[in-house]
């Protein structure tokens, strides 16, 4: 047999999911499915990561709601997680420092595996001085790379004033990589052409057609709700029965943080006066 020379990707989806409907895991599979398709890559992991409650978006519920949810939402899964850490930050954390989190923590499990591999094999290793920084070693341990999954929505929204800083855009698209979903409506390679900054990392971009249209939102999702309409078959029955047994998203629910500015823009506006 051929030794497989495809390189390892985990894929990253941050978000509200408030709620996690189908849609959301229909992305990976899009993602999985088109990086595959390349030839190139071979996804070994998806992982969804609920905003924290410091986002203070517009009808944003609890985080251990949305993370109950999404927990649910991936039990069909055999390879998308749920990872806790971004939603269990007191404060709102910027994405890029979820995506840096999530590449250490690659780091840190390779690097725990390769020791491991040394001692099955009775080698010992020996450290020099340079390796007893963390960060040294850490670098050199070969790992999966890591990219952030998203909608075109997210895509476009790099665009939003005060919404990302410049920097952190240009991290998340240079150093990791972005694997973008189009959906109907959006122009996402209009949209990388017209920004110097994405036109510049545009290798590192990869854009999937929706070939099935699918326009399930979480929008669209909690306004039914609130008018007591069937949203039967858009979201993973586990949730809707968990939406239904703990009574989210009323109108009461869509008014919470309504009178408070999103936290990014809150703290880019000051950041920038």
Known sequence: MEADTRTEVVL????????????????FELA?????????????????????????KKGLIEAYHRVAMAVLASKSS?????????????????????????HEELLMSGQCKDEADHVKKGKKRKLGASELGVSEKLLNTAVPELKLLCGADLLESFGTPNLWKEEDIAEIVGKY??????????????????SDLLWKHKKNIH???EWITNDISATRIRRALRRAQSVK?????????YIQSHNLYSPDSEEKNAD??????QKHANLSK
């Open 12 to 27: 990253l989806a941050c978000g509200s999911f408030n709620p996690i409907t189908n849609m959301h895991m229909r992305l």
């Open 32 to 56: 999985r499915d088109y990086l595959h398709e390349t030839g190139k890559y071979k996804v070994v992991k998806g992982i969804i990561s609920p905003v924290g409650d410091g986002y203070q």
């Open 78 to 102: 055999d390879w998308v997680k749920v990872d806790r850490w971004e939603s269990e930050q007191e404060e709102w954390v910027e994405t890029a420092k979820v995506v840096r989190h999530h």
């Open 177 to 194: 990589g972005l694997v973008c979903v189009t959906r109907s409506g959006s122009d996402a390679q209009r949209f990388i052409y017209q």
């Open 207 to 209: 854009l999937v057609n």
């Open 233 to 241: 078959y858009l979201l993973p029955e586990l949730v809707l029965e």
């Open 260 to 265: 408070v500015i999103l936290a990014p823009l």
